[in-house]
């Protein structure tokens, strides 16, 4: 048994033994998992990803004279804020589209220009137009703004993002005859393709999918800078069919995130174009386990072989309801290139950029190595499968037209 206290101690006198979520693998089948526990205090996990549920909020500073945004409109690149908030505070979600584009981005052959690239753009040191209008009050009274406006210029820009790291996810086919532009990109018609959006072995709920040691206030790598777990993600539904290691078979935990967009870098937070569908982010993220005992190193020692995955025909789940499960196929197989479905051959194709997550965690790995990292004890638990917790969809004769 360790504490992450004592890791910690490890960590900043540059004793800490720190490997990622693959180099775990191996270790263990070279050692078995006594010794390894006992060796290894950190385990590294990351993923990049779209992840469309994610957004910042920020702070412009006050003009002269004043402007009151709340309630009223802004735009940053001609992309919608959302500003019901107080005089200066703006929120922009990674999908939010201009409201001068007449949606024509999201039909094939165009490119949307939304959210997610307002955000890329401004880590990546650009500056913006912001116009913005009010409707004046006796301690606010000017009605509208314009200005350029960058990172530097806003007294806080932070990175919220409310459902992120989805442990596990489908495996998006279509039976249909024509295709189809989905969140899981393009499908072609007659099971032509297979698309799917997790680092597998590399994903952090996938090791440690009971919560054992991510929780909330758990420290992070997010988008090149140190965040934080700030709640459980919304649509987070843990009490789904599990393996017997506790590994989900379906779509299950997701994550909030947290952190300063001031300290982050471009090349983790992408913004991106889905053809067909809109915009969205691209994001990094990186978590560490701390290797507390056995039960726990052996969760983080899952190979892709043992993680399975749902085949969902997204020609009949979306837009109607029903979300029928075809089969299972396990992470091996989706990252050899093809997968063998009712007798057919489908080539597969990952929206999640295993080289880019595999990076994270060699760059976690090297910050914890650095001393640069050091672990947070969690102020609070993830709802787990034994919670009662429970994801509750909208459900059918409730919605009208």
């Known amino acids: ?25 191996q270790a263990v089948k070279k050692d078995g998992i006594k010794k390894t526990a006992r060796r290894v205090d950190v385990v590294t996990t990351a993923t990049f990803g779209p992840m ?19 309630g009223g409109k802004a735009t940053l ?45 401004l880590v990546a040191g650009k500056k913006l137009p912001l116009k913005a209008e009010g409707y004046g009050t006796d301690c606010y ?20 993002n409310f459902r992120n790291c989805y442990q596990n996810y489908n495996v998006a086919v279509n039976s249909s005859p024509k295709v189809i532009y989905t969140y899981m990109g393009i499908l072609m018609p007659e099971f032509g393709n297979a698309a799917f959006c997790s680092a ?22 997010l988008g090149g800078a140190q965040g934080y777990v700030a709640w459980w993600g919304t649509q987070h539904n843990p009490g789904v069919a599990r393996t017997e290691k506790g590994v989900p078979k379906v779509p299950a935990g997701t994550l909030a995130l947290i952190g300063n967009l001031k300290e982050m870098e471009s090349r983790w937070l992408v913004g991106t174009s889905m053809t067909g569908y809109g915009a ?14 056995e039960d726990i190193l052996a969760q983080t020692a899952i190979e892709d072989r043992e993680i399975s995955a749902p085949i969902v025909d997204y020609a009949h789940a979306y837009p109607e309801t029903k979300n029928e499960v075809l089969g299972y196929v396990n992470y091996a197989q989706l990252k050899s290139g093809t997968i063998e479905w009712n007798g057919k051959k489908i080539p597969t194709g990952s929206l999640s950029s295993i080289r880019k997550a595999r990076e994270i965690a060699h760059e976690l790995k090297n910050w914890v190595e650095q001393k640069k990292f050091v672990l947070s004890e969690p102020v609070g638990t ?15 004769g409730n919605a009208k037209e």
């Open 280 to 293: 969205t982010l691209s994001v990094g993220v990186g978590i560490p386990i701390p290797i507390l005992n």
């Open 382 to 396: 993830i709802p787990s499968a034994d919670s009662g917790y429970r994801f509750h969809p909208l459900k059918q």
């Open 141 to 160: 009274p000017r009605t509208s703004l314009h200005a350029l406006i960058g990172l530097q210029d806003m007294n806080e820009a932070v990175l919220f």
């Open 200 to 221: 597998g072995q590399l994903s952090p709920l996938l090791n440690d999918p009971l919560y054992s040691t991510i929780g909330i206030g758990t420290k992070i790598f």
């Open 1 to 25: 048994m360790k504490t992450i206290q004592e890791i910690n101690e490890k960590i900043r006198s540059g004793k800490a033994v720190t490997l990622t979520a693959e180099e775990i693998v």
């Open 52 to 70: 469309c549920s994610s957004g910042i909020y920020f702070n412009i500073g006050h003009a002269t004279p004043r402007i009151k945004l709340g």
């Open 77 to 121: 690149n001609d992309v919608p804020c959302y500003a019901g908030f107080a005089a200066i505070d703006l929120q922009l979600g990674a999908n939010a589209l201009p409201d001068s584009d007449p949606r024509n981005s999201i039909y094939p052959g165009k490119f949307a220009y939304g959210g997610g690239h307002v955000i890329a753009d």
